[in-house]
């Protein structure tokens, strides 16, 4: 990294291409010089998936981009995996003439991208309360190394459902990467034994009891590492134990939030979204 080299980072996209550029002119993002990350859901339900793909594919070493549950998604559906949604929008992407480059490069993403240099990780939706980044960076890897290689098509088919709710090391083949893709892309509250909860959208304080949410869990209030996380639109912009959420529901009307995060306190950037 270039010593006046600025990081941004930008939440959920979702195929908002129009809203995606006008933000990142108004950093003052230079291609080539700078970075930026995104958190992930860069598709789907918004009119410009493709588009979205390719500007951020053009980027090249400039743009760091984690996978989230929409981005698997359409790799699930473009592998007939998953059947269409009436409501998801990923034509554009499917019948594309540049498709496969678009679908190859998606599904070579990591699951979490980290920097030593500002120790600032991102990540989909969290990281498990009981992991280090360190064991954070290595479970991501186990996922990424099967989605990259032969057995890309199973992992898709095994990789749904809710099961299991707790972490255990000893945990084994499917079950063990479906927990840790459940975390990194579909996490938002745990309950006082760890246990994860997937069925609950709302915002915080507006859970059930014995639920909180994932980076206000006491064991992250020394957390040194900054986690910048997406995913969680009705919890909006948020800081909290060193964790930011920058997914403000720019796909139902709200914003589109960047912020630069190789500052001691980050710097954000929003757009309105408004239709």
């Not at 003052?28 to 979205?52: K, M, Y």
């Not at 240099?117 to 186990?142: D, N, T």
């Not at 709710?165 to 945990?171: G, H």
């Not at 997914?247 to 929003?270: M, N």
């Amino acid at each position: 990294m270039l010593p006046d080299m600025a990081v941004y980072a930008i939440g959920d996209i979702q195929g908002c291409y129009k809203s995606l550029r006008k933000l990142v002119k108004g950093t003052g993002f230079t291609h080539g010089e700078d970075q930026i990350w995104f958190c992930g859901d860069l598709v789907n339900r918004g009119p410009r998936s493709a588009d979205v793909l390719r500007y951020i594919m053009d980027l090249g070493d400039s743009a760091h981009c984690v996978l989230g549950n929409h981005d698997l998604n359409l790799l699930a559906v473009a592998n007939g995996v998953r059947k269409v949604k009436s409501s998801d929008t990923l034509a554009d992407v499917l019948d594309a003439p540049d498709s496969d480059e678009m679908l190859s490069w998606l599904r070579h993403r990591p699951m979490l991208h980290r920097s030593k240099k500002i120790r600032a990780c991102l990540v989909h939706a969290g990281i498990y309360p009981g992991w280090s980044i360190k064991q954070a960076k290595k479970l991501a890897a186990e996922v990424e190394n099967v989605l990259r290689g032969k057995k890309h098509l199973e992992f898709l088919q095994n990789m749904y459902g809710n099961y299991p709710v707790y972490w255990d090391d000893d945990l084994a083949g499917w079950d063990r990467l479906r927990f840790i893709t459940n975390v990194m892309t579909r996490m938002r509250f745990v309950d006082t034994s760890g246990a994860l909860d997937l069925d609950i959208k709302c915002s915080p304080g507006k859970q059930p009891t014995g639920y909180q949410p994932w980076y206000a869990v006491d064991s992250r209030r020394k957390e040194t590492w900054r986690v910048i996380f997406g995913h969680w639109s009705t919890l909006g912009l948020h800081w909290q134990n060193n964790a930011i959420c920058l997914d403000s529901g720019c796909l139902w009307g709200g914003h589109l939030t960047a912020a630069q995060i190789d500052l001691e306190k980050p710097k954000f950037y929003s757009i309105s979204c408004k239709k």
